[in-house]
């Protein structure tokens, strides 16, 4: 990706609150120390952690300090996605590698508490698309406006199918295929994903 973003209107102007952004039932926030601790539950539970390039299990304790302090890092978030009627937690989202000179991140940090989405059924319309297409949707709108990037990447397990029809729904596309060695000093096959600032207003406008 060649687009290249003039810098200042970055992450120095990422608003300090605890909402980040709003989607049509979740809502994206700096978590609290409790949610917190659920988001690394919930991301060394084995049928997800599996799904990350560092699959190792998390250190709770290291890991709560690591998610609190995320705010205060300028390249780097980790959130937690809340259903706005009750406040409960859903998930978690977020983003890594924001890199001013060339205006774009990484997305990533998904995962859905299914045990939760599965409650849903009764409270949501059937055309509803889940809480976590809500909350993807909702930060990549305020990615290409409020941290004013011009890309906005992903990188997928290349055996993650949820995953990859999940970031495809988002609306990036697949542009190549990379071989990367692990932590583990193991190989991974990931399918890198792009959107440009000039693809998504043509999604944004359908
Ligand atoms: C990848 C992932 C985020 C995709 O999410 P998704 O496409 O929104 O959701 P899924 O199809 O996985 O599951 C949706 C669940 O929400 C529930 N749900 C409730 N209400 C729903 C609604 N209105 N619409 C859709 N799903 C709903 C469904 O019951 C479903 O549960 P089920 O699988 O028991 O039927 C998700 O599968 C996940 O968290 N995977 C593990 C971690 C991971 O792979 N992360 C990506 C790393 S790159």
């Given at each position: 990706m060649t687009e290249i973003v003039p810098s200042e209107?970055?992450?120095?102007?990422?608003?300090?609150?605890?909402?980040v952004c709003i989607g049509e039932f979740v809502e994206l926030v700096r978590p609290t120390a409790e949610e917190a601790d659920r988001m690394v539950r919930l991301r060394n539970e084995p049928a997800n952690r599996?799904?990350?390039?560092?699959n190792r299990i998390l250190d709770p304790i290291q890991s709560r300090r690591w998610i609190l302090e995320?705010?205060?890092?300028?390249?780097d978030e980790y959130l937690a996605i809340r259903w706005?009627?009750?406040?409960r937690l859903m998930g978690t989202i977020g983003w890594s590698g924001l890199s001013r000179a060339q205006g774009s991140a990484w997305f990533g940090r998904i995962i859905l508490d299914r045990k939760e989405a599965r409650t849903l059924r009764y409270e949501v319309g059937r055309r509803y698309p889940g809480p976590m297409l809500d909350a993807a949707i909702s930060l990549r709108d305020y990615a290409f406006?409020?941290?004013?990037?011009?890309v906005m990447r992903a990188s997928v397990l290349a055996t993650n199918c949820k995953a990859l029809a999940f970031t495809k729904r988002v609306g990036l596309r697949p542009f190549a295929v990379c071989d990367r060695l692990t932590p583990r000093l193991t190989t991974m096959r990931t399918v890198e994903f792009a959107l440009t600032i000039s693809r998504w207003k043509v999604l944004a406008t359908k």
């Open positions: 209107t970055m992450a120095s102007q990422l608003p300090e609150s605890r909402v599996r799904w990350f390039f560092d995320s705010s205060q890092r300028t390249h706005r009627g009750d406040g406006t409020d941290m004013g990037l011009r």
